[in-house]
């Protein structure tokens, strides 16, 4: 018997389409279409196991082996570089890490740049490449408030459609990489379930294909 793949997917928008994808690919799953506060689902005709977690919690869950495969965007992955393998770019939930600042800000180059962000790692290399002094504050949402509020001078954040930006009389000063979820797998899941994950890979890369 060929064995079940542990499969993390990301909670919210963008896991719907990922399972999408997934069922598209020939992996369908009808449990996790009932209504209900389950997380965990399995199909084992499919060979395939999908539990729901927080989108910033699936790369924990792959690195640890506690699932075989799992997606996530690539802002996880700059920003916290877990030990997986990235097989995929699923050109979903594409956006771009940018930096943002009101619209008449201008950096003077004096003083240790006031940078709020979730993502400090990133943040961080963007600004050591260009040998600008910053003073990182790592927020957890709501990044936008900051520069309003005189708590920084720029943000590092995610810019999807712009909205948030233009609703908070922000600009995108810099754009530092686009980013897309990924699928990813464990190390030695990759290993020793070589067969399955490739053809799950195979399948999910045709879909990509037709997408584009
Ligand atoms: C993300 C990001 C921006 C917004 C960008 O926020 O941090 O705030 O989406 O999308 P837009 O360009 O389409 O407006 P999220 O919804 O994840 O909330 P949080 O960062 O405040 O937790």
Avoid at 94 to 123: E, H, Q, W, Y
């Amino acid at each position: 018997m060929t064995p079940m793949l542990n499969i993390a997917l990301p909670k919210g928008r963008l896991g719907e389409k990922v399972l999408a994808m997934f069922e598209a690919a020939g992996f369908p799953c009808p449990a996790i279409h009932e209504t209900g506060r389950k997380l965990i689902f399995e199909n084992p005709e499919a060979g395939v196991r999908y539990f729901w977690v927080k989108p910033s919690d699936v790369a924990i869950y792959v690195e640890r082996g506690a699932a075989d495969l799992g997606v996530c965007g690539k802002d996880i992955l700059l920003e916290y570089a877990p030990e997986v393998y990235e097989l995929l770019d699923l050109q979903l939930g594409r956006c771009r890490m940018a930096v943002a600042a009101p619209a008449d800000f201008r950096d003077s180059g004096r003083g240790a740049l006031r940078v709020a962000t979730k993502f400090s790692n990133i943040a961080r290399q963007h600004y050591a490449a260009r040998g600008r002094d910053i003073d990182i504050i790592h927020l957890n949402g709501s990044i936008e408030i900051a520069p309003i509020l005189g708590l920084s001078d720029v943000i590092v954040d995610i810019v999807e459609t712009g909205v948030t930006l233009r609703e908070n009389k922000l600009a995108v000063v810099e754009e530092i990489v686009p980013i897309s979820a990924r699928l990813i797998a464990n190390k030695a899941g990759f290993k020793f379930k070589r067969g399955p994950i490739d053809a799950i890979v195979r399948e999910m890369a045709a879909r990509t294909e037709e997408q584009v």
